[in-house]
């Protein structure tokens, strides 16, 4: 016998034994092209799986998990990693990320953006079409952006493709080049490289989303209620929060959502409405699920846990669109979770240079607007979650496994089951800790949540069975690749 074999030969035995079911077992045994496997052993007294949160062991061969399993039944010979009490969550996916790369790696770019993301336990991204120079509307943008992405990157990867006034014809190209869905925006998007699109240019474009079978993701905000609302408040103090928040009234959002709502149920195509701030959509978004109308809504950690009422006048770090609301609609959206109108929460993590921000200004009308939190989301999220009742298996959901819905990648990611890929976090829910700039490792360290108290510190992050993240170190090659279907 080869030593190959006889390598082999001392498996079987071992995974007999750790009675494997038998298809796991040949795929254990045999593997790709039959090289040498290494078994690992992920252990913990709180995996979180969709049945629940176990103790249990989450056997890993190369990049995918073989099986979930008792911690009995280990087969004796698998590298052991034994976390204790702390949780074993699926590696979180954020479908909603700006990484500004290539064209604008001043505001963020690949190697900032997923080495915070290591940080905050995501082990995959899906960038954002605009704010990258040239945006994702065609398929030479896509390739551009392959190349910017190319050997940079510590976690999985994936782009939207844009919709904008005139790329009816490049929407199927870009889904045959391998872009998970589309982005419009029915408002300005604060950057003049990627267009709104109104009532007639979504009529053009939308046989064309409807054919690809991939969602369109949409900025819900109507530009007619934020331009009379804006033109009321021209002399008003725009260092004020309130103004700025006056300036896109909830009716904005409302209106919006009912007019695609509409245009779903007319043309028939995946609908998802990005980052809901309102509360008062949520009847309408719940009467369109009913009616069975296929459509999904996010939302993001910064309206689950700030609110308007103690943002101070000049706070610009708190500036994003659509507007962090009341305490009050912040409890509504909580709700809306609670019933699961509202599917995922995701980052919108949309960083810039700190100049862009006016923070010596203090100024809401110039300011940029946008929120950067990829490293410290996670512990957003659970510390307002936990103290609602909320367990480790819906924060899970929230984050890993209807995210991975949205961007079709649910035969892949987003869960702890046997086939998936090995993407593991290592999550106490217990510890405490204050936010600091250290903490945060995208390109510009801002966030409004320096100097807050959160529960749950990410130890350990792995991207498809490697360690990429390790209690503030970055072990490794930047990994990461392009998520392709
Ligand atoms: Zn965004």
């Not at 998802?272 to 949520?282: P, Q, S």
């Not at 921000?357 to 809401?364: A, H, I, T």
């Not at 367990?391 to 046997?418: F, H, I, N, Y």
Request: charged share 25%; hydrophobic share 40%.
């Amino acid at each position: 016998m080869t030593p190959h074999r006889i390598r082999q030969v001392r498996l079987e035995g071992r995974l007999k034994r750790s009675k494997l079911p038998d298809r796991l077992f040949h795929l254990a045994v045999h593997g790709i092209g039959a090289r040498i496997l290494t078994l690992q052993a992920f252990l913990s007294r709180r995996v979180v799986t969709p049945e629940g949160v176990q103790a249990r062991a989450v056997l890993v061969e190369g990049e995918h998990i073989l099986s979930v399993v008792p911690t009995t039944d280990i087969p004796s010979g698998a590298a052991r990693h034994d976390f204790g009490n702390a949780a074993l969550l699926p590696g979180l996916i954020d479908s909603h990320v700006h990484v500004n790369e290539p064209g604008r790696t001043e505001w963020e770019g690949f190697q900032t953006a997923t080495r915070a993301a290591a940080a905050g336990g995501y082990t995959m991204l899906v960038d954002m079409p605009l704010n990258c120079l040239p945006a994702t509307t065609n398929v030479a943008a896509l390739e551009a952006k392959r190349r910017a992405a190319e050997g940079k990157c510590r976690v999985d990867w994936a782009a939207w493709g844009g919709v904008v006034e005139g790329n009816p014809e490049d929407i199927e190209m870009l889904a045959e080049t391998g872009v998970l869905g589309f982005k419009c925006f029915l408002v300005h998007p604060g950057v003049e490289s990627f267009s709104k699109v109104g009532e007639q240019e979504l009529r053009l474009a939308l046989p064309h989303v409807a054919r690809t079978g991939l969602p369109l993701l949409v900025h819900a905000e109507l530009p007619g209620p934020v331009d009379t609302a804006t033109k009321r408040l021209e002399e008003a103090d725009w260092t004020k929060y309130a103004t700025y928040l006056e300036s896109r009234p909830d009716d904005a959002e409302l209106s919006a959502i009912q007019m695609m709502l509409s245009m779903c149920r007319e043309i028939g195509f995946r609908l998802h409405i990005v980052h809901l701030a309102t509360g008062k959509a949520l009847g309408d978004l719940e009467a369109a699920r009913v009616e069975g109308l296929p459509v999904s809504v996010e939302t993001c950690p910064h309206y689950l846990h700030l609110v308007a009422e103690t943002i101070a006048d000049g706070a610009t770090l708190c500036k994003c669109a659509p507007p962090i609301r009341s305490r009050e609609n912040r409890e509504r959206l909580w709700q809306g979770l609670r019933d699961s109108v509202i599917d995922l929460v995701v980052t919108d993590h949309s960083p810039c240079p700190p100049e862009l921000k006016r923070l010596d200004e203090g100024n809401f009308r110039t300011a940029w607007g946008g929120i950067a939190s990829l490293s410290v989301a996670l512990a957003v999220v659970w510390t307002d979650a936990h103290s609602r009742g909320f367990s480790l298996t819906d924060v899970a959901r929230w984050m890993a496994e209807q995210p991975a819905r949205l961007a079709g990648c649910d035969g892949r990611k987003g869960r702890l089951a046997a086939g998936y890929d090995a993407d593991l976090v290592v999550f106490d829910p217990d510890d405490e800790f204050t936010v600091s700039e250290d903490r945060l490792h995208y390109r510009h360290a801002m966030s409004p949540y320096l100097g807050e108290t959160l529960r749950g510190t990410v130890k350990k992050t792995y991207v498809r069975g490697k360690l990429v993240f390790d209690s503030g170190e970055f072990p490794g090659e930047a990994i990461g690749r392009e998520f392709r279907q």
